[in-house]
């Protein structure tokens, strides 16, 4: 039996590839799902942003911690005054030592951090009331 005049127009090696292709889309959407990419992480509270200062920046022992009221970034202190940025790059983080070199600029409660590195954006930290108190403790780093 010959296909209907309508049916006759459609190119069905197209379909096939089309359908090929949306099959394909959704093993990668799978595969991506069961690896845990994606996703939109944050730090919970101070016990994790201690331990990503840790894992970052072997050995950085945290006394006193100022986490982003959006858990996308964390402001860390040791007992020797040295600063550390914890940051969402992507859906990872990254940790940074803060160099006394650094650009601070406080407006009401958000602190930017610029490290001045190519690759990395200013962090915008929303620290609320502990906003003055960090930002002033970014005066006093000592030389690395």
């Given at each position: 039996?010959?296909?209907?005049?309508?049916?006759?127009?459609?190119?069905w090696t197209l379909v096939g590839?089309?359908?090929?292709?949306?099959?394909?889309?959704?093993?990668l959407y799978i595969v991506a799902w069961k690896m845990g990419l994606g996703g939109d992480p944050r730090?919970?509270?101070e016990a994790e942003a201690r331990l990503l200062a840790y894992d970052g920046l072997y050995g950085f022992d945290a006394e006193d911690?100022?986490?982003?009221?959006?858990?996308?970034?964390?402001?860390?202190?040791?007992?020797?005054?040295?600063?550390?940025?914890?940051?969402?790059?992507?859906n990872r983080?990254?940790?940074?030592?803060?160099?006394?070199?650094v650009g601070a600029r406080l407006d009401q409660t958000l602190l930017t951090i610029n490290l001045h590195e190519p690759d990395l954006p200013p962090v915008i930290l929303n620290l609320g009331d502990q906003?003055?108190?960090?930002?002033?403790?970014?005066?006093?780093?000592?030389?690395?």
């Open positions: 039996m010959p296909l209907p005049p309508e049916l006759a127009l459609i190119d590839k089309m359908g090929g292709s949306l099959i394909g889309i959704g093993l730090i919970a509270d911690v100022a986490l982003d009221k959006a858990g996308m970034s964390a402001l860390l202190r040791d007992a020797a005054s040295r600063h550390a940025l914890t940051f969402r790059v992507g983080f990254v940790t940074r030592l803060v160099p006394n070199t906003a003055q108190y960090w930002a002033s403790g970014l005066r006093h780093i000592p030389d690395a």
